[in-house]
């Protein structure tokens, strides 16, 4: 089966433009994470959704950020007007956790979406 | 809130040489700590994982030590081979926080032939 899949791999905006990114989790995945990864640093959790719920928006930096997962299978994150301090590898994960007080379970990764900020 | 620090942040290793990653942790509700490789503009991926109720884990070349008293976790990777050359991140997360990570630096490793 098909793997977290994240679109586009790589984007350009300009200063001041909004941008929208896609996560499509692995099917049949509850939980879905955002992480921000800045170059030659690990991953900073964003956001989370169970299903189509938003738990979790701690990680986002400020109100230019919003993400959203309607229909609890495809999330976008979207970034209004961007600033060069956005730019990032943007993450997407999913995993079979649906309970609070998990053990831990696996989170898969996909690929990012390189965002640059000119 | 959670923090997780990664050393070192390289690490240089002949081919059949063992690696050693250390890191350590502040929240002491932490429960789950995985280990993710990462090669170069490609998807983390779980290499090994280890939950509060184990001290230890190991999968072939790959071990993980979890030392809950003094709130540190190590990655033993054993034979290493020049393909596990990549960036290993650390993580954990706690109890009552949906599984969400909090990643430590990461290591550059890098296995010489």
């Known amino acids: 089966g098909a793997g977290v899949s994240q679109s586009p791999r790589y984007k350009v905006a300009k200063r001041g433009q909004d941008v929208a990114l896609r996560c499509d989790p692995i099917?049949?995945?509850?939980?879905l994470f955002w992480y921000q990864q800045a170059l030659g640093q690990g991953p900073e959790f964003l956001t989370y959704?169970?299903?189509?719920?938003?738990?979790?928006k701690s990680g986002l930096p400020s109100d230019r950020f919003f993400a959203e997962r309607p229909e609890g299978s495809v999330s976008t994150l979207k970034i209004q007007r961007t600033q060069q301090e956005d730019s990032a590898v943007y993450l997407c994960a999913s995993s079979t956790t649906s309970r609070r007080d998990t053990l831990g379970d696996i989170q898969y990764f996909g690929a990012g979406t390189r965002l640059s900020v000119l | 809130g959670e923090n997780v620090e990664q050393h070192p942040s390289t690490l240089s290793v002949q081919e059949g040489d063992s690696a050693v990653i250390k890191c350590t942790y502040s929240d002491s509700a932490s429960n789950y700590f995985p280990w993710y490789k990462q090669e170069l503009g490609k998807r983390p991926q779980l290499i090994i994982d280890i939950r509060s109720n184990v001290g230890e884990k190991k999968d072939q070349r790959i071990a993980v030590t979890l030392n809950k008293t003094a709130k540190h976790f190590s990655l033993h990777i054993t034979e290493t081979q020049p393909e596990d050359s990549a960036v290993y991140f650390c993580?954990?997360?706690?109890?009552?926080?949906?599984?969400?990570?909090?990643f430590g630096a990461g290591t550059q490793v890098v296995v010489t032939p």
């Open positions: 993580a954990a997360s706690r109890a009552d926080s949906w599984g969400k990570l909090q």
């Open positions: 099917s049949g995945h509850v939980s």
């Open positions: 959704f169970q299903n189509e719920a938003q738990l979790d």
